[in-house]
Every structure is written in C-alpha cells, then in structure tokens.
C-alpha cells in the first residue's frame, strides 16, 4: 500500500461539505490571516501598545525608515517631485536614496496609515505586516500543494518567525525583513518549471519577482542568482530532456517580461548612480566578515525567552544580527522528514529537488568568502618545510564565494552574504509543511491536535518574549528652535561621525533646513568623503574654514561628546563662532551667511 497516497494531488484542495455554513467558508478564507494577525501581535508584544510614537529596541536604521515614510509623502503630495533625490542631504551636492536601501514596497505596506496617523506608526504597521503576510503567503504556497490547512500553519509559522526575521525586526531592518514575496515567486516558478498553470505561474513569478526588485537589491540579485543556479542544476540533473522544451523557456521569458517595468523601476535609481561611480566594488578584505559561521544555523537566537541569553553567555555572537540564522529544533526535524518521506513521491518529488538545489546554492554563498566557525576564521597550520614557499604559518579556507566575489558580475558589490541563507530558512518553512502533512496522513483523527501541537512546539522554540525596550522617536528641542528660524541656513552637527546618525536625518524633518550630512554608512558620496578628514579636526582653523567655504550657517555641538567641553567651548569661540543658543547638551554656533 502506498502510505503517501491520502495526501491529495498538488493543487487539489480539501473543500467543505456541500452543506457547510457560509459561516465555516468565511472562517476558512478569513481565519489563516486572522491566525498569522493574532501571532505577529503575540510575537512582538508589546509593540502594539507603543507602535504610535515608539520603535522596538533602540534607534537604528528603524529611524531611518521612519524618515523616509514622511520623505516620500513630503515629495510625492507637496513637492510633486522624484522621492530618490534628496537635495537636502550632504548638501549643497545632495544626495540619492541608492547609496542605501529604499524598500518601496514594503514602505507600501504602511504608507496609507502613515498618510492618516504619522510615519512612527506607518512605519511600525509595514514591519508587523512583514509577518502577517510572510506567513499567509507561505500558507497559500503549501496549502495549493499539499491541501492541508493545517501544514500550510506550521510552514507559514516557521517562514514568518524564524529568527532570522525576528532579529532584522528588533534591528529596524524593513528591507531584509521583506521576505513576504518569496514564497510567491518560487509557487510561480516551480509551476514554471514544471508546467502546470501557465498563465498563472507567469504572472505569479513576474509581478513577485517586480516587488523583489523593490524590496532590497540584495534580495533582486541573490534571487536571480539563487533561482538561476537551482533551475539549471535542476534541469541538467533530473529533465535534461525538458533543455529543449522551447515552450517552457518562452514561458520564462514572459515571465521576466511581466516582471520588467517593477524590476526596472526598483534598478534605475542603482544603476544609473553605479553608472557615476557612486557604487564602488568592495575589496575581498573588507566582507570577510559578512560570511556566515556554519554554526550559526545550530544556534538558537540570543534573544531567546529561556536559553537566549545563555547562548550569548558561551558562544561569540558579535555579529547576531546578521548572523542569526537558526533553523530551528521542530522546524528543521519536519523539513528532513518530508524530505526523506515524500522524496520518491511524484507528486513532491520535483519540487524537493528544486528547493534542496536552491537551498545548497544559498547555503555555500552565506558563508561567503572563507570558512568561519563559531565566527571565527578557520586557519589550517602550514607545514614547517612549506611556510617559506607560502611566507605564512596558516591559511584560512577559501569558499566558491571567494572567487566569485573575484569574478562573477556584481558579486563584489556584495557586503553581507548572510543574506543569501534566506532561501535556506524559505526551504526549511515549505518542507517543514511536507512534514507536517505526512504526519498528518498517520494520524488522521489528531490530526487538530498534532497541529496545534506542532504550532506550539514552534512557538516555544522562536518565542523571544514580551520585549521590554522601546525607544521613543522624537526630535530634539534645538530642532524645534531651528524650526523658528528664518531662512535656509546649512546645519552641520558635531563630532563631525553624528552628521551620519539615522536620528539626525529624521531631524531634518522637523527643523527643515538642509543638512551637511546624511546616512552614510553603505557608500559615502564624494563630498562626504573629501569633507570628512578635515572636519573631524574640528574645531580648529581648518574645519571652520571649510564650514564658511561650504556657506554652513548654524553649528551644532554635542557637549556630552566631548571630554572637557568647557575648553572645546572657548576654542570654539575663539574662532570666531559664538553660542547663540544652548538646548540641553546641544550649543549651537553660528556662522554668518555668506553674501
């Protein structure tokens, strides 16, 4: 007897009773958002209390987002401009939002509510969304294959709170946390590859892979490149008859050709600042450190209810962040499971494949460049005789990363290969769904009760616990003075590295006035650059000559940054720039306006 045969076809739904109430057909359609709702709230709790005037943790690059929610609502309503352009950043030469990351379409997300109640909450209501919608479409993917309700809950909950994405939520990261297209784009593509559905599957692929493309370029080029190598594998490997399929390989091509104006869209403003020099390629040296450890696919999250912070106690975890990539004690079990059980299925079969060659690929390239353990460089001892031919005593372990950063087009422009492991955690959500649906054909009058089981096993596993820090946005009381002041006078702030604070952008808002710095810490524009040596002498004759060249008008000088203020205040003065003003531990110098 085939023990796979009760899980129905791929695409086959288990559908109500023909008497069923409209009540129970409205709560299948409504209850996995309203599930995937209640959890994302129970997961960031307390957030929800605060999600008007506050950010999660501390202020970061959460700020920045928040800034550009009102940027873009400023220049789209009232300047009726280009929100890319910022002229009043790194003024007077400006600024262009690609030197960062713009994610617009998870700024989408909260841009109406940020319209109505302000960008704090528009901001705060995109991240929750992330969630939300990273689940239910996850649910969506693994429901449509397996036609169990119950799995596509255990593979959406897996996807939507895997710690990877819970730390890039406490981080303020809206971007990287933009993983919600993922399962959409691979639903597409596997029914690409495999036939089925066509035009669905090509507007599926295209439209998602468009709103990739406006998520992070990051997540545009890794998908392609992920994507590209596991077809390709696939095809070479398991149909290598089906390379000649001319149809299926239009299919693609319409496919990118519905994703193109979103892809174009979210690239311009990248290539055509790559195209003046703005994006410089890194050196190997200076991304080592974005290679992920192969341990941190075993470590629970340091934030972590009961055993996070014991983990951050015994395990070197400087780079949590970016580095917390566990794949989790229940989820990772189910994922082997469905893979083992349901491998030989045909009904399974394929896609198993594609994901497990997709998952290989993103797995070598998130550990990036050379070998790391515990985030650690692994360092082989040269033998004695061959130290004088290699003139050193260790070498570390080159990974196929390495080369391709040396090679591969693009590749260099790369700083965090971590990231790539997100097609890794998106493998792990839609096999843990397989696995679940296999138990469930066991035990098929618990089946509710091994669901909910399994959802809660999950829950404890990822669950960081009731956050308890929670930073307030507001600008500060010079802001609000400089706000009252005439004119368009140039505002720089000191010690000259706050002028690339997220905060001090989202200042801007409130005073107005243009501002010598920005958010500078991806690729510094020119005149940042050629600035800054001089400006971090301040205050002396040379930094003070350079603000009057520049035509900066106001000063802004954190006292608390500076050991001994009292003598900085009088060098300060004496060179010709007196206190108009002092707002807590912020003075403020001016320099007269050039003629």
């Given at each position: 007897m085939n023990k796979t045969a009760s899980i129905p076809e791929v695409g086959d739904r288990r559908r109500a009773p023909a008497g069923a109430s409209g009540i129970r057909r409205w709560l299948?359609?409504?209850?996995?958002?309203?599930?995937?709702?209640?959890?994302?709230?129970?997961?960031?709790?307390?957030?929800?209390?605060?999600?008007?005037?506050?950010?999660?943790?501390?202020?970061?690059?959460?700020?920045?987002?928040?800034?550009?929610?009102?940027?873009?609502?400023?220049?789209?309503?009232?300047?009726?401009?280009?929100?890319?352009?910022?002229?009043?950043?790194?003024?007077p030469e400006g600024w262009s939002l690609a030197y960062t990351e713009i994610a617009p379409s998870e700024l989408a997300l909260g841009f109406p509510v940020s319209l109505v109640w302000g960008p704090i909450l528009g901001y705060n209501v995109a991240l929750l969304l992330t969630f939300v919608l990273s689940g239910y479409f996850m649910h969506l993917w693994v429901n449509d294959l397996t036609g169990s309700p119950g799995a596509g809950l255990i593979a959406g909950t897996v996807f939507a709170f895997i710690p990877f994405?819970?730390?890039?939520?406490?981080?303020?990261?809206?971007?990287?946390?933009?993983?919600?297209?993922?399962?959409?784009?691979?639903?597409?593509?596997?029914?690409?590859?495999?036939?089925?559905?066509?035009?669905?599957?090509?507007?599926?692929?295209?439209?998602?892979?468009?709103?990739?493309?406006?998520?992070?370029?990051?997540?545009?080029?890794?998908?392609?490149?992920?994507?590209?190598?596991?077809?390709?594998?696939?095809?070479?490997?398991?149909?290598r008859s089906g390379i000649g399929d001319v149809q299926r390989w239009k299919r693609m091509a319409l496919a990118l050709l519905v994703s193109a104006p979103l892809v174009v869209a979210g690239s311009f403003p990248f290539i055509q600042l790559a195209g003046q020099g703005g994006l410089p390629s890194r050196s190997v040296?200076?991304?080592?450190?974005?290679?992920?450890?192969?341990?941190?696919?075993?470590?629970?999250?340091?934030?972590?209810?009961?055993?996070?912070?014991?983990?951050?106690?015994?395990f070197n975890r400087d780079h949590w962040m970016e580095g917390t990539l566990y794949l989790g004690a229940v989820a990772l079990p189910l994922a082997l499971l469905g893979v083992f059980r349901l491998k030989d299925d045909p009904r399974y079969r394929n896609l198993i494949r594609l994901l497990a060659l997709a998952s290989s690929a993103a797995f070598i390239l998130a550990l990036g460049t050379n070998l790391h353990w515990l985030e650690e460089l692994v360092r082989l001892p040269?033998?004695?005789?061959?130290?004088?031919?290699?003139?050193?005593?260790?070498?570390?372990?080159?990974?196929?990363?390495?080369?391709?950063?040396?090679?591969?087009?693009?590749?260099?422009?790369?700083?965090?290969?971590?990231?790539?492991?997100?097609?890794?955690?998106l493998s792990v959500g839609a096999l843990s769904g397989f696995g679940a649906a296999w138990i469930e054909t066991r035990v098929r009058h618990w089946r509710s009760a091994i669901v909910l089981g399994l959802l809660a096993l999950i829950f404890l596993d990822f669950y960081p616990g009731p956050y308890v820090d929670f930073a307030k946005i507001q600008a500060r009381p010079v802001d609000y003075w400089l706000a009252t002041q005439p004119g368009e006078g140039l505002v720089a702030q000191f010690p000259f590295y706050q002028e690339e604070d997220q905060d001090q952008i989202y200042n801007t808002l409130i005073h107005g006035k243009p501002f010598l710095g920005g958010f500078f810490n991806a690729f510094p524009p020119a005149q940042y650059s050629r600035i800054r040596p001089v400006m971090e002498g301040f205050p002396d004759d040379a930094s003070v000559a350079l603000l009057n060249e520049l035509n900066v008008e106001y000063v802004i000088v954190d006292s608390s940054a500076y050991p001994g203020f009292p003598i900085v205040l009088k060098e300060i003065e004496s060179l010709g720039m007196p206190a108009i003003g002092v707002f807590g531990k912020d003075y403020v110098f001016h320099l007269p306006a050039s003629p």
């Open positions: 299948a359609i409504l209850g996995p958002p309203a599930f995937f709702v209640v959890l994302t709230i129970v997961m960031t709790w307390p957030l929800v209390l605060h999600a008007g005037d506050s950010v999660v943790g501390r202020i970061g690059d959460n700020i920045y987002f928040v800034w550009m929610m009102a940027w873009f609502k400023k220049t789209i309503f009232d300047l009726h401009v280009s929100p890319i352009a910022v002229p009043q950043l790194n003024y994405r819970v730390a890039h939520f406490l981080s303020g990261h809206l971007n990287v946390a933009g993983t919600l297209w993922f399962p959409l784009y691979f639903m597409g593509l596997s029914d690409l590859l495999f036939g089925r559905r066509p035009r669905r599957a090509i507007v599926l692929t295209g439209l998602s892979l468009g709103l990739i493309a406006l998520t992070t370029m990051y997540y545009l080029y890794m998908t392609l490149l992920i994507s590209g190598i596991a077809v390709v594998a696939y095809l070479v490997l398991f149909d040296d200076s991304v080592v450190s974005g290679s992920a450890s192969v341990t941190d696919f075993v470590l629970p999250s340091t934030d972590h209810f009961i055993w996070g912070s014991w983990i951050a106690e015994h040269v033998p004695a005789f061959l130290q004088g031919v290699v003139d050193r005593e260790s070498i570390s372990i080159r990974l196929p990363g390495y080369y391709m950063f040396q090679y591969f087009p693009l590749f260099s422009k790369l700083r965090t290969f971590k990231r790539f492991s997100v097609f890794v955690l």
